[in-house]
């Protein structure tokens, strides 16, 4: 805020501050109210906020007994430009892990649930200053690596206003990049302190000099166009060039189908023409031929074989899928704006039968036009389950008939502490109901959606948790209740209860929330459960597409219910029922099955049960981060449940894709999940990936498989039996950091694309995996120096195929990817620069010059103290983040 303001503000504020007229001297006892929400908002306007992280390594500040004595310290800085002497406001705030010690007598900071944060004066705050600065020094759990941590959006309540958002912690664009950027954040510029979790964290800040030696390594060059003429991705099973012309199609193609509908892919013809391929009855033949055949393997109907040549294009398949991935192979090997495809032919089949991406609209809300826009581009890629996630602690997504309190209160957050209206604000939503990061999908968007994937043969898999990360769920029914009682209609109100008021269970899920947990005990959780599968089933049989898979997510949180006074009776009832959260998911998944529907849920809470109790499909996402160990998984392929891998080090794309304090993204199981990582993904052989991966800290690691036995030789650990598998591999999508649709974007694509890789085609360079079991480790040897050339073979054609040709579709479809920023180092004023996509046009430029477009290796200017560099996108209409390398100048040994 500009200090020089027009004297009618002074005025103004001079007569809205009561306070500033008072004889009372004493702090203590001085109560100094706004006078209007004119006040208010102007005292929101003028507070100046910044955060700043200190140091994140555990020192003698941490408490031993909280988070086993891991925490960071940080300060938050308030200064105004005019007196403040009010008292009586409330700064709310989020904090994404809580505060628990600060150092400032005049401010009190309380958790209140979850993220949400309350900052208050005490007693010895005795107004604010204009120009001084009230700094506060925390201490809180675990760590902050990321400037993208502190969330935004902070909002100051005080006496009967309505509440104001502070105007410095609100996010702004850069509008070069497009990025969000947070003003209010200090910078992180100590390597050590605010960058290392502990002192033995040996992650290196991808800065220049380090981007440039990444890429090196994996063997990165720029091949001629002519070298990823023929090539797509996914990587077809087999792919033969013809010695043949290329084949013009500026007139189009013309259709002939045998055996199938034209409206079974019509999906796949309009993709095709939005990125350039017309239809028109002059162009060039495109037969089709659908043939089922007598028998076929889970993954045999979604083989093709496809042949361009100059006479025609003809595809075989044995499925209407199989026609439609036939097409979408016409689309891969196509490169815009050039009308010509390459002639050869392509034998395919798909690895896995589960291809899938988990998005979570719950955390942050995306709406309809974002989903079509995925599933748009799943299907591009062969990939067929969206995994939907509706329903979590921060918001309840999806329209419920009969129930309008999931979405009237659970879509929305607002400062409401009774919950009532909505949901208290969490992960930066501040105080604004009408937030883009609210809202929710009605009956007939998710229709639409159904719909809309199964013209893209990608089945949809709903997801709302149970029976914890359900505040959402609880919170809609407790005001639900709560209508009908005041209403009368004591029955109506318990229907669909999940809560014992009586409840004085003590538990603080890992969200850092007390009372997010369905009582498993009451029929009526039962009954709610059953009344969603009722309405969801529902919307799927409108859609078209019957409802196969249903995800319950099945986490529990440990010591709920244990003081319930409905569970003690429940349980003293039923003396073979030892837990009743186990109880409730054996019970929902039975429920499931009864309408024959594959139950799902993630490994660590699913895998709790007693399979004996258990239906005879059920599928299980393992998210065991791999230097923890994968001993369930392991577990749950040999009891023959459907294993998809989940794998958070590989997969988990709310990760960042580089170890970068700028870039987004939780970062508990990686720092650098780039594309290079997840194109090395070994699906088929996760103890190997010890050989080749480091752990979070970038330490090495050991990953035993050995068969594993305790004292009374029951086993501990065993190797996946012969014969026996995952059933394929799942992104994920997490969306506590990206509270905006392009934040969604920029953290999916371009690694939706290396996902969809290794879920259709396994590499040759993919050592088989020894059911005999093995110790993994740097020295095991297994993954050889072959393999590894293998490998980066594949990622260098991988990497040119998409750097010039998938990511010009995705601009053509305004898809906002990430640009990768470029690896640089400066030798004797030299400056030579790569990058992970190797045909993006690089930039660079000394501060205060213009930008040159780098060619090769290029002289810096002397008396040049530092280089800027940036990438561009596909298209070249916008850059990359922009990287600073110093230009460091060398003497020559004999220099006097």
């Known amino acids: 805020m500009n200090p020089r303001l027009p004297m009618m503000f002074w005025g103004c504020l001079a007569a809205f501050f009561l306070a500033a007229c008072s004889d009372d001297d004493n702090a203590n006892d001085r109560v100094s109210q706004f006078a209007s929400q004119q006040a208010l908002a102007d005292f929101a306007n003028d507070l100046n906020i910044t955060y700043e992280v200190i140091d994140n390594r555990p020192d003698a500040n941490c408490d031993p007994d909280i988070q086993d004595g891991l925490c960071f310290r940080a300060r938050l800085h308030l200064t105004t430009t005019v007196d403040i002497p009010e008292n009586t406001w409330q700064l709310w705030f989020s904090q994404i892990v809580p505060i628990y010690a600060t150092d400032n007598p005049a401010f009190r900071i309380e958790h209140i649930q979850g993220d949400l944060h309350k900052l208050t004066p005490t007693q010895q705050f005795s107004g604010f200053t204009a120009g001084e600065t009230q700094t506060i020094e925390f201490t809180a759990r675990f760590w902050e690596l990321s400037e993208t941590d502190p969330m935004p959006n902070y909002y100051v309540v005080a006496d009967s206003w309505q509440p104001e958002t502070i105007t410095s912690t609100q996010p702004a664009n850069d509008s070069e990049t497009g990025l969000e950027t947070r003003p209010y954040v200090s910078a992180f510029n100590d390597a050590i302190r605010q960058f290392k979790r502990t002192e033995d964290d040996q992650t290196q800040w991808a800065k220049p000099d ?41 007139n189009g193609l013309t259709l002939n189908l045998s055996g199938i509908e034209q409206t079974e892919l019509q999906a796949a013809i309009d993709h095709l023409s939005n990125i350039g391929i017309g239809f028109s009855d002059s162009g060039v033949p495109l037969t089709i031929q659908v043939t089922t055949p007598d028998t076929a393997s889970d993954t045999a109907d979604e083989s093709y074989q496809l042949r361009i040549e100059p006479t025609g294009i003809s595809i075989q398949a044995n499925s209407a899928a199989g026609a439609f991935y036939g097409l979408q192979s016409i689309a891969s090997v196509y490169r815009p704006p050039q009308l010509v495809l390459p ?55 999806l329209e419920i008939p009969g129930l309008p309190e999931l979405t009237d209160i659970g879509s929305r957050t607002c400062h409401d502490l009774t919950e009532t209206q909505c949901l208290i604000p969490q992960l930066g939503r501040g105080k604004n109901p009408d937030s883009p990061a609210n809202g929710y999908l009605t009956a007939n968007d998710y229709i639409e959606i159904v719909e809309y994937a199964d013209a893209r043969f990608i089945d949809v898999i709903p997801s709302l948790d149970t029976p914890a990360h359900s505040r959402a769920a609880v919170k809609a029914m407790q005001a639900r209740y709560h209508r009908l009682k005041a209403a009368g209609d004591d029955e109506a109100a318990l229907e669909y209860l999940l809560t014992d008021f009586d409840d004085t269970s003590e538990y603080l899920s890992v969200q850092y929330y007390n009372d997010n947990v369905i009582n498993p005990c009451m029929p009526s959780a039962y009954t709610f459960f059953d009344k969603l599968i009722e309405e969801v089933s529902l919307m799927h049989a409108q859609a078209g597409q019957p409802l196969t898979r249903f995800h319950i997510g099945a986490d529990e949180t440990p010591n709920a219910w244990v003081d319930s006074p409905v569970c003690k009776a429940f349980l003293e009832n039923n003396p073979d029922i030892s837990d009743p959260g186990i109880y409730f998911i054996e019970q929902i998944s039975n429920r499931l099955a009864e309408r024959n529907i594959i139950p799902a849920g993630w490994s660590d809470g699913i895998s709790a049960v007693d399979p004996a109790n258990m239906p005879a499909r059920v599928q299980a996402n393992s998210w065991e981060y791999l230097p923890w160990g994968f001993s369930n998984t392991n577990q749950l392929i040999n009891q023959n449940w459907e294993v998809v891998l989940s794998t958070p080090e590989a997969v988990y794309f709310d990760f960042p894709y580089e170890a970068d304090p700028k870039e987004r993204g939780y970062y508990w199981g990686s720092r650098n999940t780039n594309i290079y990582r997840v194109f090395s993904f070994m699906p088929d052989n996760l103890p190997l990936h010890a050989e080749i991966w480091n752990d979070r800290t970038a330490l090495p690691y050991e990953s035993d498989d050995r068969l594993q036995r305790d004292g009374n030789g029951d086993t501990l650990h065993a190797p996946v039996e012969p014969g026996k598998a995952v059933i394929g591999i799942q992104g994920q999508l997490w969306s506590e950091t990206q509270r905006t649709d392009r934040q969604k974007s920029y953290m999916i694509f371009p690694r939706l694309l290396a996902l969809a890789e ?48 998938e990511l010009l579709k995705l601009d053509a479809q305004q898809i906002f990817y990430r640009i990768p920023s470029p690896g640089a180092v400066i030798d004797n004023g030299v400056l030579t620069m ?44 916008r850059p990359s983040r922009i990287l600073t390398t110093p230009v460091i100048n060398k003497t020559s040994e004999n220099t006097p």
């Open 210 to 250: 380090v981007l440039y030696a990444n890429n090196a390594s994996y063997g990165l060059t720029q091949l001629p166009s002519s070298a990823t003429h023929a090539q797509l991705i996914p990587t077809p099973t087999t792919l033969d060039s013809l010695p043949l012309d290329d084949v013009d199609i500026s």
């Open 343 to 397: 002639a050869l032919q392509i034998s395919d089949n798909p690895r896995y039968e589960f291809r899938g991406m988990h998005l979570d609209i719950a955390r942050n809300f995306a709406g309809k036009a974002f989903i079509l826009q995925l599933l748009e581009q799943m299907a591009a890629y062969k990939l067929n389950k969206l995994h939907l996630h509706l329903a979590d602690d921060e918001g309840w997504r």
């Open 758 to 805: 290794r879920a259709w085609y396994r590499g040759a360079w993919e050592p088989g995996y020894d059911h005999q079991g093995a110790l993994y480790n740097k020295d095991s040897g297994v993954f050889t120096e072959a393999d590894k050339t293998l490998r980066d073979q594949a990622f260098n054609r991988f990497a040119n195929t998409l750097s010039q040709k």
């Open 834 to 877: 790569n990058n992970i996509y190797p045909s993006l046009t690089l930039e660079y430029r000394t501060p205060g010059s213009d930008w040159q477009t780098y060619q090769g290796p290029a002289d810096i200017s002397e008396g040049a103290s530092a280089v800027e560099v940036r990438a561009r996108s596909a298209d070249g209409s």
